[in-house]
């Protein structure tokens, strides 16, 4: 074993933690700025409480639910409005045809029909 | 024990088939449905140069119900009120014999006695123009249940079908209202056809 082998094995030797480590290390971690104040992170800290989530997620369900109800309400206007217009639209037709029938019958009966033939 | 035991099924049974007679009669006009089967005719829709086609069941009338609020509807919304059905099918070709009486045979044959009865027919026999009103009244003859207008005219077939109680007077007084002129009143119109050619039935 060559003089830079024994000094790279010295090197790499094993060595336990000195007493106190984790106390100081922990300090250190204290003493730092705390990131958390910034804007960014304490909005992220303040919609991460779950009751904020219950009720954004209720927001958005009554939105939903809002939107439907209102696109559901306007097809049914509009299924209406088109039912109305058919159904005048039908008894115009039946009353004009009832009408002519019995204007037909009138003029059998008045005997105009075979005069002229 | 045994024979007071077979009487009483004996009773049973024929109060049992008495009822069922009766429930029969007491059916519409026997059984025969006022909603009549027009399907045969939507094979025309591709020869006719216009076409009516309006489909309205009971929902389909409740729904236009609620949207008749004017002035003008409260006529039509009366007789509409108890009516489980409308249907029209009206054609108008560019020529005559675009459809064939076989088409309109297939719809009188549905309207048949008892349940059906013709209350006017007129036919001219000049300018080939035939129309028929049919009603459907109940067993007992009282109410309506259902009324079938076929007009047919060389270039032109209606069928109409209302389902239900229909007041045929109303019906008739609804034509010049709902801003639809009287067809009399429109006397100059080009479509309007000559008197003269109204024939004998």
């Not at chain 2, 024979?3 to 029969?24: D, Q, S």
């Not at chain 2, 409308?86 to 108008?92: A, I």
């Not at chain 2, 045979?105 to 309207?111: F, G, H, K, T, V």
């Not at chain 2, 077939?157 to 389902?163: A, P, S």
Request: with cysteine; glycine share 6%; net charge positive.
């Amino acid at each position: 074993m060559n003089p830079w082998e024994e000094s790279l094995r010295e090197a790499l030797r094993r060595k336990d933690v000195p007493p106190g480590f984790t106390n100081r290390v922990l300090a250190r971690i204290r003493e730092l700025p705390v990131r958390e104040k910034r804007p960014w992170f304490r909005f992220r800290a303040f919609i991460a409480r779950p009751a904020l989530r219950w009720a954004a997620a209720v927001l958005c369900l009554a939105i939903a639910g809002s939107v439907a109800y209102r696109e559901q309400q306007q097809r049914q206007r509009q299924q209406g409005e088109l039912a109305r217009m058919q159904v005048k639209q039908a008894l115009h037709i039946a009353s004009v045809k009832l009408n002519a029938a019995r204007k037909m019958v009138r003029e059998v009966n008045r005997g105009t029909a075979q005069s002229r033939l | 024990m045994n024979a007071r035991n077979k009487k009483i099924r004996i009773g049973a049974l024929a109060t049992f088939f008495v009822a069922m007679l009766l429930g029969t009669l007491s059916m519409p006009a026997f059984g025969q449905n006022p909603r009549l089967d027009i399907k045969n005719l939507e094979a025309l829709s591709k020869k006719a140069s216009e076409v009516v086609d309006v489909n309205l069941d009971g929902s389909l009338l409740k729904l236009a119900s609620k949207f008749m609020t004017d002035e003008d509807d409260r006529e039509a919304l009366g007789i509409i009120k108890n009516l489980k059905g409308v249907y029209v099918k009206s054609f108008t070709f560019e020529k005559p014999g675009d459809y064939s009486p076989a088409d309109v045979e297939a719809i009188r044959s549905q309207l048949q006695a008892p349940a059906w009865s013709r209350i006017v027919s007129a036919r001219s026999k000049h300018d080939g123009e035939n129309a028929e009103i049919y009603l459907m009244t109940a067993a007992d003859g009282g109410s309506v249940l259902g009324m079938a207008i076929i007009c047919a005219e060389p270039t032109e077939l209606t069928v109409v079908n209302i389902v239900g109680p229909v007041d045929i007077d109303k019906l008739s007084q609804l034509e010049g209202k709902m801003g639809i002129p009287r067809l009399g009143e429109q006397t100059d119109e080009p479509r309007q056809k000559p008197e003269g050619h109204r024939a004998k039935p």
